[in-house]
């Protein structure tokens, strides 16, 4: 075999970087499958509602932080989500350049996300979670921070939780429902009547079934109905933004939706990717956090803004986005997007736990983290020149 200078560069630097120049695995076949399920029918979200929470428009109930949030159907809420949310760059992995976050999942509930997304491997069996491969960044068995997740789910009884898992390896579905059940998660998983039937958070909240999971590349099964096939259900804007005027809301995956109303014709959800990385050389990214407060800021007013990137999708698309996807969450004023989308003025129960560290950027590794990240880089490609 032989092998191009730059091809083992790139491969090896893709592996040290962790980078996002690997597309999140979907599989032609995964996506493919999703007309067929989205079809019709079934209950109507309103009569779901009616029947399982009589307390539904109560005025002191909260959902997701917000009583206005109570009776609006779940694909109607934006909501706010953590990008490879396992992956941290913090002094658990050393300010690795390969964490896409300063904090972890616990926080980002803590603060009002209500979106986790992370990359999962098969790693000698069993499911971890791992960013691009579990020699670079190795996040720990799936299982173990689903239990996490699921201890923040038994304390907020009035929240609602999606979870969006990528199946890099095309574990069985199996898998992803053992690791549910070990967690304790499982139990409090929604199933959806039907792919275009989202009932209102009161009726997820009273009926205890508040966790929506999304995995891509698994085949829906009877014995874990709550595990949903990601692209039967969600389309996503492009990923892999390199410019501040590079983000669009086109549809980008699956690759059959067609245009944005033809999905939102057919019950599909949309999914805003919304984090910029940057090239430090030929075909390597890195997540970018030079121009962090720009992008990830409510304001409408630059070009790479968060909120500006909303409204466009929501113009567009005539629908509010469903989910978003923002790196380094603590940054800009990303809860806040969320909240201008949904029409929250005044939301509870949440705890900022990075505020302390707001003021000073040492604290949370921006500062160190770049020059460590980049120094690094260029010292293993230095080596690699060395080697070869
Ligand atoms: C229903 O709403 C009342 C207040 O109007 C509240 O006291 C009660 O706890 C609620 N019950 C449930 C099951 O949410
Ligand atoms: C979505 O929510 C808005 C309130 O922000 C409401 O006016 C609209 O009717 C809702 N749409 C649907 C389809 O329920
Ligand atoms: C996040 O960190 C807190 C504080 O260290 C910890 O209690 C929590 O379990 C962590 N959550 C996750 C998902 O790692
Ligand atoms: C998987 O097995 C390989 C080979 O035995 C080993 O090097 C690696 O550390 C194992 N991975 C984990 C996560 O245990
Ligand atoms: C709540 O549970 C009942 C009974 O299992 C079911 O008929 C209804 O569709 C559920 N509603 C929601 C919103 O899940
Ligand atoms: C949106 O961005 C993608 C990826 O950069 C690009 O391929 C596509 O052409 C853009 N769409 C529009 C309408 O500009
Ligand atoms: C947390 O608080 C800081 C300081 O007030 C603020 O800048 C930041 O936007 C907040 N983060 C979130 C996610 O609300
Ligand atoms: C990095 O830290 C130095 C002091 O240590 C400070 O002057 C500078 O503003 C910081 N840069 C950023 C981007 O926070």
Redesign the pocket.
């Given at each position: 075999m032989r092998f191009s200078l730059s091809g083992v560069l790139t491969g090896a630097l893709l592996g040290i970087a962790g980078v996002t120049a690997i597309p999140q695995q979907a599989s032609p076949a995964a996506a493919a499958s999703s007309s067929s399920s989205v079809s019709s029918s079934a209950s109507s979200p309103s009569q779901a509602s009616s029947s399982s929470s009589s307390n539904s428009s109560s005025s002191s109930q909260v959902c997701n932080n917000s009583p206005v949030l109570c009776d609006r159907h779940y694909n109607n809420i934006t909501h706010m989500g953590a990008h490879d949310s396992a992956f941290l760059r913090d002094a658990s992995t050393g300010n690795s350049i390969a964490g896409n976050q300063f904090f972890n999942a616990t926080l980002a509930l803590d603060a009002g996300l209500r979106l986790l997304q992370a990359q999962v491997h098969s790693e000698n069996g069993t499911l971890r979670l791992c960013h691009t491969s579990c020699g670079l960044l190795d996040a720990g068995p799936l299982e173990s921070w689903l239990a996490l997740i699921n201890d923040w789910v038994v304390g907020h009884p009035s929240d609602v939780v999606t979870i969006l898992l990528v199946n890099s390896d095309d574990a069985d579905v199996s898998q992803f429902a053992a690791a549910y059940q070990q967690a304790g998660l499982s139990k409090f998983g929604y199933v959806p009547p039907s792919a275009t039937a989202w009932p209102s958070l009161a009726a997820m909240i009273a009926n205890k079934t508040r966790v929506v999971s999304f995995v891509t590349n698994i085949k829906a099964s009877s014995s874990a109905p709550y595990l949903l096939p990601e692209f039967d259900y969600v389309f996503e804007t492009?990923f892999t933004?390199l410019s501040l005027d590079?983000f669009?809301c086109?549809v980008?995956r699956p690759s059959d939706a067609g245009t944005a109303a033809n999905a939102f014709s057919k019950g599909f959800m949309g999914l805003v990717n919304h984090f910029k990385d940057e090239e430090i050389t030929t075909g390597i990214n890195i997540p970018d956090t030079d121009n962090i407060a720009l992008v990830n800021s409510a304001d409408t007013s630059a070009t790479g803004n968060l909120g500006q990137h909303i409204q466009q999708c929501t113009d567009q698309w005539n629908h509010r986005p469903t989910f978003v996807l923002v790196d380094f969450w603590d940054k800009g004023s990303t809860v806040k997007a969320a909240d201008d989308s949904n029409g929250v003025s005044q939301a509870s129960g949440r705890t900022n736990a990075t505020a302390d560290s707001a003021s000073d950027s040492s604290a949370d590794g921006t500062n160190q983290t770049r020059e460590f990240g980049t120094g690094a880089l260029i010292a293993f490609l230095a080596a690699t020149l060395l080697m070869i």
């Amino acid at each position: 075999m032989r092998f191009s200078l730059s091809g083992v560069l790139t491969g090896a630097l893709l592996g040290i970087a962790g980078v996002t120049a690997i597309p999140q695995q979907a599989s032609p076949a995964a996506a493919a499958s999703s007309s067929s399920s989205v079809s019709s029918s079934a209950s109507s979200p309103s009569q779901a509602s009616s029947s399982s929470s009589s307390n539904s428009s109560s005025s002191s109930q909260v959902c997701n932080n917000s009583p206005v949030l109570c009776d609006r159907h779940y694909n109607n809420i934006t909501h706010m989500g953590a990008h490879d949310s396992a992956f941290l760059r913090d002094a658990s992995t050393g300010n690795s350049i390969a964490g896409n976050q300063f904090f972890n999942a616990t926080l980002a509930l803590d603060a009002g996300l209500r979106l986790l997304q992370a990359q999962v491997h098969s790693e000698n069996g069993t499911l971890r979670l791992c960013h691009t491969s579990c020699g670079l960044l190795d996040a720990g068995p799936l299982e173990s921070w689903l239990a996490l997740i699921n201890d923040w789910v038994v304390g907020h009884p009035s929240d609602v939780v999606t979870i969006l898992l990528v199946n890099s390896d095309d574990a069985d579905v199996s898998q992803f429902a053992a690791a549910y059940q070990q967690a304790g998660l499982s139990k409090f998983g929604y199933v959806p009547p039907s792919a275009t039937a989202w009932p209102s958070l009161a009726a997820m909240i009273a009926n205890k079934t508040r966790v929506v999971s999304f995995v891509t590349n698994i085949k829906a099964s009877s014995s874990a109905p709550y595990l949903l096939p990601e692209f039967d259900y969600v389309f996503e804007t492009p990923f892999t933004v390199l410019s501040l005027d590079g983000f669009n809301c086109t549809v980008d995956r699956p690759s059959d939706a067609g245009t944005a109303a033809n999905a939102f014709s057919k019950g599909f959800m949309g999914l805003v990717n919304h984090f910029k990385d940057e090239e430090i050389t030929t075909g390597i990214n890195i997540p970018d956090t030079d121009n962090i407060a720009l992008v990830n800021s409510a304001d409408t007013s630059a070009t790479g803004n968060l909120g500006q990137h909303i409204q466009q999708c929501t113009d567009q698309w005539n629908h509010r986005p469903t989910f978003v996807l923002v790196d380094f969450w603590d940054k800009g004023s990303t809860v806040k997007a969320a909240d201008d989308s949904n029409g929250v003025s005044q939301a509870s129960g949440r705890t900022n736990a990075t505020a302390d560290s707001a003021s000073d950027s040492s604290a949370d590794g921006t500062n160190q983290t770049r020059e460590f990240g980049t120094g690094a880089l260029i010292a293993f490609l230095a080596a690699t020149l060395l080697m070869i």
